[in-house]
């Protein structure tokens, strides 16, 4: 095989060229092509792991928020819970209460309606037993049982214990008022001359003793001064139709009845 020198420096110098032309024209774009792809690759990826982490982070901070509200919602189910338990108390706590103020009221209201009847009656019986009673004297003895009642309290009087006249001569002479006689009828002149007169010799005083109408006193008579009383008439009588009438009632089962 023939070796020419000649043509082996020229395709030397040609291959040359071409390693010259390719690296300044094409290699170096190319080079320059795939270094700048790999920087974006690069950028993207750190990008991508910025990304990641901040999306761990998100997660767990969602998570720790999640958590946050679980709690808080779970706290807020119990305050709702324990309130409306509250409230219910309350309510109930507010409706024992008005229905024990109700109870009050009616038993208030029953109390009132028991003294009113109670006093009626007592009233009434006391003038009904009193007209009777006026009747049959009128009938017996063609005596009024007005003067009947009232020699009765004369009698009382002159037969006052030394205890008894003692309290009544010292209300009498502690009072700056006059001796107060009370009945639901008009006394005698003649007996009310008699009762000033014991009254007088009772105490050692000479006030006045005034007379008065008192409807209230039923069938009795009263003398009274600074509180102290000398009295007699029919509230004694009454007081045992009274505590029938309460037993009554107190227990409506029970036959009230009163035997005198």
Not at 4 to 9: E, G, V
Not at 22 to 38: Q, S, T, V
Not at 177 to 196: C, H, L, Q, T, Y
């Given at each position: 095989?023939?070796?020419?020198?000649?043509?082996?420096i020229?395709?030397?110098i040609?291959?040359?060229?071409?390693?010259?032309?390719?690296?300044?024209?094409?290699?170096?774009?190319?080079?320059?092509?795939?270094?700048?792809?790999?920087?974006?690759i690069?950028?993207?990826?750190?990008?991508?792991?910025?990304?990641?982490?901040?999306?761990?982070?998100?997660?767990?901070?969602?998570?720790?928020?999640?958590?946050?509200?679980?709690?808080?919602?779970?706290?807020?189910?119990?305050?709702?819970?324990?309130?409306?338990?509250?409230e219910?108390?309350?309510?109930?706590?507010?409706?024992?209460?008005?229905?024990?103020?109700?109870?009050?009221?009616?038993?208030?209201?029953?109390?009132?309606?028991?003294?009113?009847?109670?006093?009626?009656?007592?009233?009434?019986?006391?003038?009904?037993?009193?007209?009777?009673?006026?009747?049959?004297?009128?009938?017996?003895?063609?005596?009024?049982?007005?003067?009947?009642?009232?020699?009765?309290?004369?009698?009382?009087?002159?037969?006052?214990?030394?205890?008894?006249?003692?309290?009544?001569?010292?209300?009498?002479?502690?009072?700056?008022?006059?001796?107060?006689?009370?009945?639901?009828?008009?006394?005698?002149?003649?007996?009310?001359?008699?009762i000033?007169?014991?009254?007088?010799?009772?105490?050692?005083?000479?006030?006045?003793?005034?007379?008065?109408?008192?409807?209230?006193?039923?069938?009795?008579?009263?003398?009274?001064?600074?509180?102290?009383?000398?009295?007699?008439?029919?509230?004694?009588?009454?007081?045992?139709?009274?505590?029938?009438?309460?037993?009554?009632?107190?227990?409506?089962?029970?036959?009230?009845?009163?035997?005198?």
């Amino acid at each position: 095989m023939h070796f020419d020198l000649f043509t082996f420096i020229a395709q030397l110098i040609n291959f040359a060229l071409l390693v010259f032309l390719l690296n300044k024209f094409l290699f170096g774009r190319i080079k320059a092509a795939m270094d700048e792809r790999e920087k974006k690759i690069a950028g993207d990826l750190e990008k991508a792991g910025i990304l990641r982490e901040e999306a761990q982070k998100s997660a767990a901070l969602a998570a720790e928020e999640l958590k946050l509200l679980e709690s808080r919602r779970q706290e807020m189910l119990d305050n709702a819970r324990k309130k409306a338990r509250e409230e219910a108390e309350e309510m109930k706590a507010a409706a024992q209460g008005a229905q024990r103020e109700q109870q009050k009221k009616w038993q208030q209201a029953f109390s009132g309606e028991q003294e009113n009847y109670l006093r009626m009656l007592k009233a009434h019986s006391g003038k009904f037993a009193w007209k009777v009673s006026e009747k049959m004297l009128r009938e017996l003895s063609d005596e009024k049982i007005n003067d009947k009642a009232a020699e009765i309290f004369l009698k009382k009087l002159e037969a006052l214990g030394g205890a008894q006249t003692a309290e009544f001569k010292a209300a009498v002479n502690r009072s700056e008022k006059p001796v107060v006689v009370s009945s639901p009828f008009i006394i005698d002149a003649g007996i009310k001359d008699k009762i000033s007169g014991v009254i007088a010799a009772k105490t050692g005083s000479q006030k006045t003793v005034i007379y008065e109408l008192n409807e209230a006193l039923v069938c009795g008579i009263e003398a009274g001064a600074e509180g102290y009383k000398i009295s007699w008439g029919g509230e004694e009588y009454f007081s045992g139709i009274e505590k029938e009438v309460m037993d009554v009632f107190k227990d409506g089962s029970k036959k009230g009845g009163y035997d005198g």
